[in-house]
């Protein structure tokens, strides 16, 4: 690379990381994404926390005392009032809802009704249906007269949790968690979608505002065009990379501190069981084990599956692919941004860029469903689509072959845009008041002079 496209290059970093705009993102970025991982967590445990009691009028008196109750969650069992005479006297209890259980439930499994002046939350919901479903069972299981029922409930009843193990070519095997594997792949494919759309948009509003205030004009006067292009393109990527680095080093920094403000004791058996149970209480119904136990292991499931993350492979491939399709996209819209005069102007040229990375967003659902299937793997090796497709892979396991073929690809397709595109930003960066279209386009890339 000359002297000369490194000076545009450090021009164009200085300029922009200087900028209030970069540095406000650069500290919302981190506090937004540790809200979003914190957040939920902090929240569902101050609404948990909160004593929740639910009024019950049971017209079967087949379910009395059969709900289960939580630290949080009380049922208190109504006799010889109706439900309009609750609702009359509703606002001055603490009741959060009426829980009406019909006498025709046994033959009418819909007839339940759960009133509130709020909506209730899904959780609750789900507890009481669950609690419900087991009961009918239960009771039409006794109608057989079967010997003993309860006890043979109990002792069939059994929790099954599936371990997946991906057996290695070494003859090793690893255990792998599908669905964190399936929240990694699109957090990072839609990211890169994200960071190409959010640089490349800046490399075409630069230039053509660059080309509408001449100074294009000063400029290319000791810069040959193509080496300003490339050291446009260049120096807004690492803006972009620089912010992204930032963006992982704080965003872990604040999760690391507000994990120690919250959840201060994260990590001790007495500690795990207490958050486990505010977050996944309402989700456990099984009287043969307690709801702390179950919760607890599926909490410790969670962070298991956090660890057997390979981060430094999956901050290469990131690194690698938002590389590979920035400089791939972002040469095209350089190229755009110098045929055009403005910005309303480019809206006939952006449909062919913008259309292979929406393809690309449907089909990385597909992919992270079937991350092994043939459209997946197709579009996965696709240069315009690889870097958000691959990413979304990535976390399942790629063949090392599938991935050097698709990084081979995209290296030769960003080096072809690259030189399309310089063709198109030397004759467009000077020429002013013209409407261009897809022919005069065509004129110049086969241009020679």
């Known amino acids: 690379m000359t002297s000369k496209s490194s000076i545009v290059i450090a021009r164009e970093?200085?300029?922009?990381?200087?900028?209030k705009s970069f540095i406000i993102m650069t500290i919302i970025g981190p506090l937004l994404f540790a809200a979003v991982i914190i957040g939920p967590a902090w929240f569902a445990t101050l609404e948990d926390r909160e004593v929740r009691v639910i009024a019950v009028i049971d017209s079967s008196r087949l379910f009395i005392d059969q709900i289960p109750e939580t630290d949080y969650l009380k049922f208190e069992y109504l006799e010889n009032v109706t439900v309009d005479e609750v609702r009359e006297k509703f606002d001055d209890t603490d009741y959060y809802a009426v829980l009406y259980i019909a006498h025709i439930i046994t033959s009418t499994p819909s007839a339940v009704q759960l009133m509130s002046d709020r909506q209730p939350s899904?959780?609750?919901?789900m507890h009481i249906s669950n609690a419900i479903e087991k009961e009918l069972e239960r009771l039409k299981l006794a109608a057989y007269n079967i010997d003993d029922l309860d006890r043979i409930l109990e002792s069939v009843r059994t929790n099954v949790t599936i371990r997946t193990i991906i057996w290695q070519d070494d003859g090793g095997e690893k255990e792998s968690f599908s669905e964190l594997a399936m929240i990694v792949g699109y957090?990072?494919?839609?990211?890169?979608?994200?960071?190409?759309?959010?640089?490349?948009?800046?490399?075409?509003?630069?230039?053509?505002?660059?080309?509408?205030?001449r100074v294009v004009e000063i400029i290319v006067s000791s810069v040959r065009p193509f080496q300003l292009m490339l050291g446009k393109i260049v120096g807004i990527g690492m803006v972009g990379l620089t912010q992204f680095l930032l963006w992982v080093v704080l965003s872990l920094t604040l999760v690391v501190i507000s994990q120690?403000?919250?959840?201060?004791?994260?990590g001790t058996p007495s500690s795990?069981?207490?958050?486990?149970?505010?977050?996944?209480?309402?989700?456990?119904?099984q009287q043969s084990q307690p709801i702390e136990s179950e919760s607890s292991a599926r909490f410790m499931e969670m962070f298991a599956s956090v660890s057997a993350i390979n981060f430094s492979v999956m901050l290469f491939s990131f690194l690698f692919y938002f590389l590979g399709g920035y400089l791939l996209y972002a040469s095209l819209f350089a190229a755009i941004g110098s045929a055009v005069d403005n910005e309303t102007d480019t809206q006939q040229f952006m449909l062919p860029i913008t259309i292979p990375l929406i393809i690309a967003i449907i089909v990385m659902m597909n992919a992270i469903m079937n991350p092994?299937?043939?459209?997946?793997?197709?579009f996965s090796i696709i240069p315009f689509t690889s870097p958000i497709i691959m990413m979304a892979r990535i976390p399942f396991g790629v063949p090392v072959w599938e991935v050097a073929l698709s990084a081979g690809l995209l290296v030769l397709t960003f080096i072809f845009t690259t030189w399309l595109a310089g063709k198109i930003y030397r004759t467009g960066i000077l020429m002013y008041g013209k409407k261009v279209n897809y022919k005069e386009l065509w004129k110049w890339i086969r241009y020679q002079g």
């Not at 970093?13 to 900028?19: A, E, I, M, Q, W």
């Not at 957090?187 to 205030?213: C, D, H, N, P, W």
């Not at 120690?260 to 994260?266: G, I, R, Y």
């Open 372 to 378: 092994y299937g043939p459209i997946a793997f197709w």
């Open 187 to 213: 957090v990072g494919g839609f990211l890169i979608y994200f960071f190409i759309f959010l640089f490349g948009a800046q490399v075409m509003r630069g230039v053509i505002e660059e080309k509408t205030s």
């Open 122 to 125: 899904l959780n609750i919901r």
């Open 260 to 266: 120690q403000l919250f959840f201060p004791d994260l």
């Open 272 to 285: 795990e069981t207490v958050v486990a149970e505010d977050l996944f209480s309402s989700s456990t119904l």
């Open 13 to 19: 970093y200085l300029t922009r990381v200087r900028k």
